[in-house]
Nanobody, 112 residues
Framework: VQLQASGGGLVHPGGSLRLSCATS????????MGWYRQAPGQQRELVAG?????STNYADSVKGRFAISRDNAAIYLRMNSLKPEDTAVYSC?????????WGQGTQVTVSS
């Protein structure tokens, strides 16, 4: 299983970005997918997750601003009203019966 994240970049405060995570390989036994982020000097934080049944969960800090969605073997993270504190490397993951798989991160920088 391989995951490929994309869509990061530099955006002004209040702006929007859409991250994508494409997958390849067998996704048999998938339970959930989602996004983590890690800012310099900080612990990794779960941003959003979505189960195979479509249930979603979000970090309190992004509720109402971010939206996770799924389309077959890909997931997306729509990020609105971005704040400087959202600056981090965002990584996608997939939880399967066989284990948890990670994609490489994509940098999101929110700065004026």
């Amino acid at each position: 299983v391989q995951l490929q994240a994309s869509g990061g970049g530099l955006v002004h405060p209040g702006g929007s970005l859409r991250l994508s995570c494409a997958t390849s390989g067998s996704m048999f036994g998938i339970n959930a997918m989602g996004w983590y982020r890690q800012a310099p000097g900080q612990q990794r934080e779960l941003v959003a997750g979505i189960t195979v049944g479509g249930s979603t969960n979000y970090a309190d800090s992004v509720k109402g601003r971010f939206a996770i969605s799924r389309d077959n073997a890909a997931i997306y993270l729509r990020m609105n009203s971005l704040k400087p504190e959202d600056t981090a490397v965002y990584s996608c993951y997939a939880e399967l019966y066989s284990g948890t798989y990670w994609g490489q991160g994509t940098q999101v920088t929110v700065s004026s």
